[in-house]
């Protein structure tokens, strides 16, 4: 993830906006097909924080329905 202003910086005379990448994010899942246009996304994931290091674990769980 991209963050425009991850370091604002005030001088005397100027603010000066530094972009920075904040951390990384990685998905493995699969995808469920259900009866009638459905479908059930599970996912699992990490986020790695690119200042700190730390890493964190995410769950993702989704469900679609198309109405077509």
Known sequence: FY???K???Y?????????GTV??????GTEIELKHNQSFLLSY?????FDSGSLNG???I???KNLK
């Not at 001088?11 to 972009?19: G, K, Y």
């Not at 951390?23 to 493995?28: D, E, L």
């Open 3 to 5: 963050l425009w202003n």
């Open 7 to 9: 370091d604002v910086i």
């Open 11 to 19: 001088t005397t005379s100027d603010v000066l906006i530094i972009p």
């Open 23 to 28: 951390s990384f994010r990685y998905f493995i």
């Open 45 to 49: 994931g990490l986020r790695q924080k």
């Open 58 to 60: 995410i769950i993702r």
């Open 62 to 64: 989704s469900y679609s």
